[in-house]
Antibody, heavy 121, light 108 residues
Framework: EEHLDESGGALVQPGGSLRLSCAAS????????MSWVRQAPGKGLEWVSVIYGDRTTYYADSVRGRFTISRDNDKNTMYLQMNNLRAEDTAVYYCVRDERWSRYHYYMDVWGKGTTVSVSS | DIQLTQSPSFLSASIGDRVTITCRAS??????LAWYQQRPGKAPNLLIY???TLQGAVPSRFTGSGFGTEFTLTISSLQPEDFGTYYCQQYQTYPRVTFGQGTRLEIK
C-alpha cells in the first residue's frame, strides 16, 4: 500500500528556517506530482506547493519566495525548505500525492499523517 | 481564486440518518471536485473525486453528485465511524486548488 511519512516539524522562532521531509514507499515520487498542504490549528486546508515529474514547481502566494519544494529521486523523498518563517506558517504540514484525472487536472489521493510546525518566540 | 462554500458548517445526526452536505463554487469547476473526510487528529482521506466517483474501498453509503457550481455529498445511512470534518476541494484550477471551509459532522 502506498505510504507517505513526513518528518522535520519543530518549534522555531520567527525568521527561522526548517526543512520538512516526506518519504514515500510503494511508489516512486519521481513519476508523480507531489504537493504540500497545510492546516493551521483549528482551521481548514490550504495548498502550499507542488512539484511535477519534470521538477516544475508552483507555490501559493503566501509562501512564494520563502519556501522551496524539491525532491531526491534516489531517496524517494520530497522536501519543503521553509525560510523566514512567520507565526502564520504555524500548521500541520501534509505531504500528498496528486493523482491524474485528466491532462491538467489532478486530485489528492494519498496523504501522509502530517508533521507539526510551530513558529513562536 | 475559486471560493468553495460548504453548508452546513456543523451537523449533528443520528445513526441511520441520511445526511447531505452541500458545496457551492464561486465559479464553474465542471466536475473537478473531490470530497475528503478528516477525523480528529488524522490526515484527510479521499472519499470521492470527479464529483461522483467513489475512491477505492470507500463504502457505498457515500454518494457524490453535482456539476458546475453546486455539489452534494450524501451519506445514505450514517454509521458511527462517519464522524469528523468533511471538506470539498476543487481542482479546476490545478495546481492552485482550493478547499471548502469544512463541515463538522457529529454523531448524536
Amino acid at each position: 500500500e502506498e505510504h507517505l511519512d513526513e518528518s522535520g516539524g519543530a518549534l522555531v522562532q520567527p525568521g527561522g528556517s526548517l526543512r520538512l521531509s516526506c518519504a514515500a514507499s510503494e511508489f516512486s515520487i519521481s513519476s508523480n506530482y507531489m504537493s504540500w498542504v497545510r492546516q493551521a490549528p483549528g482551521k481548514g486546508l490550504e495548498w502550499v506547493s507542488v512539484i511535477y515529474g519534470d521538477r516544475t514547481t508552483y507555490y501559493a502566494d503566501s509562501v512564494r519566495g520563502r519556501f522551496t519544494i524539491s525532491r531526491d529521486n534516489d531517496k524517494n523523498t520530497m522536501y519543503l525548505q521553509m525560510n523566514n518563517l512567520r507565526a502564520e506558517d504555524t500548521a500541520v504540514y501534509y505531504c500528498v500525492r496528486d493523482e491524474r484525472w485528466s491532462r491538467y487536472h489532478y486530485y489528492m489521493d494519498v496523504w501522509g499523517k502530517g508533521t507539526t510546525v510551530s513558529v513562536s518566540s | 481564486d475559486i471560493q468553495l462554500t460548504q453548508s452546513p458548517s456543523f451537523l449533528s445526526a443520528s445513526i441511520g440518518d441520511r445526511v447531505t452536505i452541500t458545496c457551492r463554487a464561486s465559479q464553474v469547476v465542471s466536475d473537478y471536485l473531490a470530497w475528503y473526510q478528516q477525523r480528529p487528529g488524522k490526515a484527510p482521506n479521499l472519499l470521492i473525486y470527479a464529483a461522483s466517483t467513489l475512491q477505492g474501498a470507500v463504502p457505498s453509503r457515500f454518494t457524490g453528485s453535482g456539476f458546475g457550481t453546486e455539489f452534494t455529498l450524501t451519506i445514505s445511512s450514517l454509521q458511527p465511524e462517519d464522524f469528523g470534518t468533511y471538506y470539498c476541494q476543487q481542482y479546476q484550477t490545478y495546481p492552485r486548488v482550493t478547499f471548502g471551509q469544512g463541515t463538522r459532522l457529529e454523531i448524536k
